[in-house]
């Protein structure tokens, strides 16, 4: 049979929740679209289907009977085939229990919507955000309220939890949120696996299929999913805001099903999240698509967000970065007479920044990795009398801001987060006068609550004084970057700095973090390695690291990678007079449009983006060469010049040799492209005027 929801927003009491960000014409549409099937039993759930707009992703919800005692669950299927099967929903309280054991279902609800949303810094000007939303009202033990939304978009199912207890502002006390993933037909898995929830979240990706999973293994997020038949998907959260972050725990494995159960970073108390009512969790998202490239496109992880605390963003300038700690803290290749802090080495990076197109040069630490700020304990950590609002005494900033300044260059810098906090107002008052327009954080490895809430506090204090912000040894994303666009880039990789140490950020890994965590969002990954040489001949070093892959493959990442401000990560002299460093002189660091136009995890990728007229394409493989045949339709009508940088022929035994080509072409053409192997190219193909 068929409901009308057109419910009263008021039952028992209970008072539904404003949907942000609907229109008033759409927050006052209640459709009658609902099913809701008949009981064959007494006592037996009623379920609730509801789908996406173009009707290829399907949901169902099994609303537990009072009796029962059951939790809701719910099913997920993806053109025709059920990809998720009663995956159960829960919040374990203290001293309550289990708020949906039991609970009564008092209201249930749909809406539409179609909008679209402004994108500052991204993989596209703006989002097309398109959904069906189901909300289910719950009264449970002890007056508590819980609210379930899922909304349904043609690229995801998303859900997230609402609780209140009527006007108390009483604290609630989460011992576990128990939502689980019941995994069907036994797909592979490309997951990374943590070792604790103290983690920087820099791991290789294993590939393994759902029933080889251990029980009780802890799983990052994103994690990436493909079935038999061609089906991707990919789970993870969104506006994780005053909650701990989620990981995965594989609760149940066999040869029919996998059960995956979300695991919350706990507090030191061993408590998940300590909230006053009314509380909001995060969004548990499942994105999925029919082909992998789909899944890099999507915007709805950033739509899920709210909308940018920021009223005017023209401060926000996002581009090219040096970071001289990437490449040892060096100018030409070794290290000379005056330190990385001095005016006079801070002067030629200045000049080279000034003289190719990279806006902003950032300054961090020594030689020893001692921060610029003032501190008498040597390294990174803080100590007892860290300060971060004075610069130590020989370095000369004032005199470097000037300089800076006269060459129309910006100025960011590094700093570890435990030595902020105390009294965050002060320290970004203090940095905003010293001139610095951005700056790293760092060393967060660890996700609970507290942390998040404190990431979060940074970005405000950030913004109320105009400066953008790097989050590094952090979690992945979770769209914060639509509310706090001076949020460039989170870290959460391992990426190319571990070249400095070990042998572990292959080009096999460089394609399989495309497909895992940058799913999630923004990646800085330390781009801009000019010294390239075949597997054989790696050998880690820490001052002038060497990289491998070709040089076309480290340029294509500057196209593959959303990265709205990407490292120039070598010395500067590792640039004069190369192959290459032309295109790393112009491409765009955010963008008007993405398409991914061929790709397999771990495999390869190509992804074409356009920044106004222009395309600039960018292929990456691991391992084997390919040749590459790729239609160019998405083009407008017209002719374009087309320039290619690609593998040359001799790169097998020089991997920074590459060969350059310019013709001109249409969207009827086919681009046939070589990549040698853990190879790349790169394109830009300009409209003709």
């Given at each position: 049979?068929?409901e009308?929801n057109?419910l009263?927003?008021k039952?028992r009491?209970?008072r539904?929740p404003r949907?942000?960000?609907?229109?008033?014409?759409?927050?006052?549409?209640?459709?009658?679209t609902?099913v809701?099937?008949?009981?064959?039993?007494?006592?037996?759930?009623?379920?609730?289907e509801f789908?996406s707009?173009d009707?290829?992703?399907?949901v169902?919800?099994?609303?537990?009977t009072?009796?029962?005692?059951e939790l809701?669950?719910w099913?997920?299927?993806?053109?025709?085939?059920?990809?998720?099967s009663?995956?159960?929903?829960?919040?374990e309280?203290?001293?309550?229990?289990?708020?949906l054991?039991?609970?009564?279902?008092r209201?249930?609800?749909?809406?539409v919507h179609r909008g679209t949303i402004?994108?500052?810094?991204?993989?596209?000007?703006?989002?097309?955000?398109?959904?069906?939303e189901?909300?289910f009202?719950f009264e449970?033990?002890d007056?508590y309220?819980?609210w379930?939304?899922f909304?349904?978009y043609?690229?995801?199912?998303?859900?997230?939890?609402?609780?209140?207890?009527?006007?108390?502002?009483?604290?609630?006390?989460?011992?576990?949120?128990?939502s689980t993933f019941r995994?069907l037909?036994?797909p592979?898995?490309?997951?990374?696996?943590?070792?604790?929830?103290?983690?920087s979240?820099?791991h290789n990706?294993?590939?393994?299929?759902?029933?080889?999973?251990?029980?009780?293994?802890?799983?990052?997020?994103?994690?990436t999913l493909e079935?038999?038949?061609?089906?991707y998907?990919?789970?993870?959260?969104a506006a994780?805001?005053?909650?701990?972050?989620m990981?995965?725990?594989?609760?149940q494995?066999t040869a029919?099903?996998t059960?995956l159960?979300?695991?919350?970073?706990?507090r030191?108390d061993g408590?998940?999240?300590v909230?006053?009512?009314?509380?909001?969790t995060?969004?548990?998202?499942v994105l999925v698509?029919?082909?992998p490239?789909?899944?890099l496109?999507?915007?709805t992880?950033y739509?899920l967000?709210?909308?940018?605390?920021?009223?005017?963003?023209?401060?926000?300038?996002?581009g090219k970065?040096?970071f001289?700690?990437?490449?040892?803290d060096v100018f030409?290749?070794?290290?000379g007479p005056?330190?990385?802090?001095s005016?006079e080495?801070?002067k030629?990076?200045?000049?080279?920044c000034?003289?190719?197109g990279?806006?902003?040069?950032?300054i961090?630490?020594?030689e020893?990795?001692s921060p610029w700020?003032?501190?008498?304990t040597?390294g990174?950590?803080?100590g007892?009398d860290?300060?971060v609002?004075r610069?130590?005494a020989?370095?000369d900033?004032p005199?470097?801001?000037?300089?800076?300044?006269?060459?129309g260059?910006?100025?960011?810098?590094?700093v570890h987060q435990?030595a902020l906090?105390?009294?965050?107002?002060k320290?970004?008052?203090?940095?905003?006068?010293m001139g610095?327009?951005?700056m790293?954080?760092?060393?967060?490895?660890?996700?609970?609550q507290d942390?998040?809430?404190y990431?979060?506090?940074?970005l405000?204090?950030?913004?109320r004084?105009h400066?953008?912000?790097?989050?590094?040894?952090?979690?992945?994303p979770t769209g914060?970057?639509r509310t706090?666009?001076?949020?460039m880039?989170?870290?959460g990789?391992?990426n190319?700095?571990y070249l400095?140490?070990?042998?572990?950020c292959t080009?096999?890994?460089n394609i399989?973090?495309?497909?895992t965590?940058l799913?999630a969002?923004?990646m800085d990954?330390?781009?801009?390695?000019f010294?390239s040489v075949?597997?054989?001949?790696?050998k880690p070093r820490h001052?002038a690291?060497?990289v491998?892959?070709?040089?076309?493959h480290?340029?294509?990442?500057?196209?593959?990678?959303?990265?709205?401000n990407?490292m120039?990560a070598?010395?500067?002299?590792a640039y004069?007079n190369?192959?290459?460093?032309d295109?790393?002189?112009?491409v765009p660091t955010?963008w008007?449009?993405?398409?991914?136009?061929?790709?397999?995890p771990?495999?390869?990728l190509?992804?074409?983006?356009?920044?106004?007229?222009?395309?600039y394409?960018?292929?990456?493989?691991?391992?084997?060469?390919?040749?590459?045949e790729l239609?160019l339709?998405?083009?407008?009508?017209?002719?374009?010049?087309?320039?290619?940088?690609?593998d040359?022929?001799?790169?097998?035994?020089?991997?920074?040799?590459?060969?350059?080509e310019?013709?001109?072409?249409?969207?009827k053409?086919l681009?046939?492209?070589?990549?040698?192997?853990d190879?790349?190219f790169?394109?830009?193909?300009?409209?003709a005027?």
């Amino acid at each position: 049979m068929v409901e009308d929801n057109r419910l009263s927003a008021k039952v028992r009491g209970m008072r539904l929740p404003r949907q942000p960000g609907l229109s008033a014409l759409i927050a006052a549409l209640w459709l009658s679209t609902t099913v809701w099937t008949q009981a064959e039993k007494p006592n037996a759930p009623r379920r609730v289907e509801f789908h996406s707009p173009d009707r290829q992703i399907q949901v169902q919800v099994a609303l537990p009977t009072e009796i029962s005692r059951e939790l809701p669950v719910w099913s997920m299927n993806y053109r025709g085939t059920e990809l998720l099967s009663d995956c159960e929903l829960g919040l374990e309280t203290v001293p309550t229990g289990e708020l949906l054991h039991g609970a009564k279902v008092r209201s249930s609800r749909a809406s539409v919507h179609r909008g679209t949303i402004p994108v500052y810094f991204g993989k596209a000007d703006h989002a097309e955000e398109n959904y069906r939303e189901q909300q289910f009202g719950f009264e449970g033990a002890d007056g508590y309220h819980i609210w379930v939304t899922f909304r349904v978009y043609n690229d995801a199912v998303a859900f997230r939890y609402e609780v209140s207890r009527g006007d108390d502002k009483s604290t609630l006390t989460l011992s576990e949120e128990r939502s689980t993933f019941r995994l069907l037909n036994d797909p592979k898995c490309y997951v990374q696996f943590l070792e604790d929830y103290h983690t920087s979240h820099e791991h290789n990706v294993n590939t393994v299929a759902a029933r080889e999973l251990k029980v009780d293994a802890l799983l990052d997020m994103p994690l990436t999913l493909e079935w038999k038949d061609g089906t991707y998907a990919a789970i993870t959260e969104a506006a994780l805001r005053h909650y701990a972050g989620m990981s995965l725990k594989c609760d149940q494995s066999t040869a029919t099903e996998t059960v995956l159960v979300s695991a919350l970073t706990p507090r030191p108390d061993g408590t998940k999240v300590v909230r006053t009512l009314p509380l909001q969790t995060p969004w548990r998202v499942v994105l999925v698509a029919k082909r992998p490239g789909a899944l890099l496109e999507s915007q709805t992880i950033y739509c899920l967000n709210e909308p940018s605390v920021v009223k005017d963003p023209s401060w926000i300038q996002p581009g090219k970065i040096t970071f001289h700690w990437w490449n040892g803290d060096v100018f030409d290749g070794k290290r000379g007479p005056a330190s990385i802090l001095s005016l006079e080495t801070s002067k030629k990076y200045i000049d080279f920044c000034a003289s190719n197109g990279i806006p902003t040069h950032s300054i961090s630490s020594d030689e020893n990795t001692s921060p610029w700020y003032h501190q008498s304990t040597e390294g990174v950590k803080p100590g007892p009398d860290t300060d971060v609002t004075r610069p130590r005494a020989e370095f000369d900033l004032p005199a470097i801001r000037r300089y800076a300044d006269s060459k129309g260059v910006r100025l960011w810098t590094w700093v570890h987060q435990g030595a902020l906090g105390h009294d965050l107002e002060k320290d970004f008052a203090a940095f905003k006068r010293m001139g610095w327009k951005g700056m790293m954080v760092d060393f967060f490895d660890h996700d609970d609550q507290d942390s998040v809430e404190y990431a979060e506090q940074i970005l405000e204090a950030a913004a109320r004084h105009h400066i953008m912000i790097h989050f590094h040894g952090v979690w992945k994303p979770t769209g914060w970057q639509r509310t706090y666009p001076n949020l460039m880039n989170h870290e959460g990789a391992l990426n190319l700095e571990y070249l400095k140490w070990s042998n572990r950020c292959t080009p096999d890994h460089n394609i399989m973090m495309a497909w895992t965590r940058l799913i999630a969002g923004p990646m800085d990954y330390h781009l801009g390695g000019f010294r390239s040489v075949p597997r054989g001949q790696f050998k880690p070093r820490h001052v002038a690291p060497i990289v491998m892959g070709t040089r076309c493959h480290h340029l294509a990442m500057y196209v593959c990678f959303d990265n709205p401000n990407p490292m120039v990560a070598d010395y500067p002299t590792a640039y004069m007079n190369q192959a290459g460093f032309d295109f790393l002189r112009i491409v765009p660091t955010w963008w008007d449009e993405t398409k991914v136009l061929a790709g397999r995890p771990g495999e390869v990728l190509v992804t074409a983006r356009r920044k106004g007229n222009d395309w600039y394409l960018g292929g990456m493989t691991g391992g084997a060469k390919r040749e590459l045949e790729l239609p160019l339709t998405f083009l407008d009508r017209g002719k374009y010049s087309l320039q290619t940088w690609q593998d040359a022929p001799d790169t097998a035994t020089d991997t920074n040799h590459l060969v350059t080509e310019q013709r001109t072409t249409t969207r009827k053409d086919l681009l046939r492209v070589h990549l040698a192997a853990d190879g790349g190219f790169v394109a830009k193909l300009e409209r003709a005027r």
